[in-house]
């Protein structure tokens, strides 16, 4: 065990670099597929069961909103089976008070989906100071294209957004990015509206919207291979249901990177969700001539699922990502940024501007954090430039709130010359509370 990881009260962390990482880790639930569970499950007929849902803040904040419109969920700890009593595609209850979608996207912009079409009701949605500065009209304007009265501070862009339910009617939309948020918004909309919509992505993003939607017994079919058609038929109840969340990639993508980067180190991550929409990152990882090991290989709920074993890699080549694989991995891009200066050559990121929209602009925080430490990064208006095989050192970091920043800081750290802090460490738990445990217990 090393001993020096020292968290102090204000989430100032201090990580001394060296060692290795060495041992076996099992990632929490997928965040995608917990937000979705809840929601299904909430306007299903029954009771639904969820095993392995994330007990993280951004799926906490789903149920909340979710307990505030008259849903009963038991309560949300880990390894605790949580059972949903769904109210129906016509329950869900005017709420008191706001919708506080805390800092999460995919709950503010699947929320608004859901409650467009609850004639009559109003519903205000807000967030913390990242969500209430991330553009909402890309939901905000398909679903206006169904009948929606969605409105928002900057002409309806951003949060607190305002709804007036009302009776919606289907829709052929084409969305201009290949966006799953967007994408299930109109979905769950469609749930409800007079007639067929479907929804047309100019590139396929995460699936699970579909495949859980099927397990719960609407009506869609799915047509073409990339850019797929979409379309849900309403006039079918969901019905309650049995999920079992698989570990999110997104999570385990810290440690496919650190078990690379760092020497000697050797992991095993149990349990990860392999959906061929989100693997960019082993597609990558393979280019680059790293040392994965796919192991255990099967289906756990219609979701494939598999443990990788990943060990250090001496020379890793550098690599490119553009707009064509930016959806499979688009939340992996911080952790590969990192990897970037640890690899054979320069690595170059395009089509990658849907960063500058996420929790912080990533492109930007990710280049002023990491050159604190010397690396060498050229940012561009879609992405960066990063020069490998950098020694890098110690610095005072900041995660600036962002948790994928906050754990990429965390790996990077691992690698510098001298010590380094991260302010703000905390926000690690939006998507992986036991993110630093984890680490301090595959040190050696
Ligand atoms: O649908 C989802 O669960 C998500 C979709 C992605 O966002 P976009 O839909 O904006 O690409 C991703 O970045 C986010 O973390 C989760
Ligand atoms: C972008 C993310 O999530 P969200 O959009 O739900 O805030 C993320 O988890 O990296």
Known sequence: MHLSLIENPSSLRDITPGGSLIGNVKVPGDKSISHRSLLFSAVAE???????????????????????????????????????????????????????????????????????????RHFVLTGDNSLKSRPMKR????????????????????????????????????????????????????????????????????????????????????????????????GVKLKGTQIVVPGDISSAAFWLIAGSIIPKSDITIENIGLNPTRTGILEVLDNMGANIQLLNKREVAGEPVGDIRVTYSEQLKSFTLDNEIMPRLIDEVPILIVAACFCDGISQITGASELRIKETDRLQVMTRQLKKMGAKIEEKADGLTINGSQSLHGANLDSESDHRIAMSLGIASLLADSNSSIFRSDAASVSYPEFWSDLERLRN
């Not at 969820?50 to 803040?57: N, R, S």
């Not at 979608?101 to 004639?119: A, D, F, H, K, P």
């Not at 084409?174 to 769950?188: C, E, H, M, Y």
């Open 139 to 234: 939901v905000g304007h398909p679903l206006k294209m169904m009948g929606a009265h969605v409105n928002g501070r900057a002409k309806g862009d951003f949060a607190p957004i305002s709804i007036v339910g009302k009776q919606l009617h289907g829709a052929v939309i084409g969305t201009p990015v290949a966006s799953a948020q967007i994408k299930s918004a109109i979905l769950l909309a469609a749930l409800t509206a007079e007639g067929s919509t479907t929804v047309i992505e100019p590139a396929n993003s995460r699936d699970h919207t579909e495949r859980m939607l099927k397990a719960f017994g609407a009506n869609l079919e799915i047509s073409g291979e990339m850019g797929r058609h979409i379309t849900l038929k309403p």
């Open 46 to 120: 029954g009771e639904t069961t969820i095993e392995g849902l994330l007990p993280a803040e951004d799926p906490i904040s789903t149920a909340n909103c979710l307990k505030a419109m008259g849903v009963k969920i038991s309560p949300i700890s880990k390894g605790e089976i949580v059972k949903v009593q769904g109210v129906g595609l016509d329950g869900l209850n005017e709420p008191d008070d706001v919708l506080d979608c805390g800092n999460s996207g995919t709950t503010m912009r699947l929320l608004l989906g859901l409650i467009v079409g609850r004639e009559g």
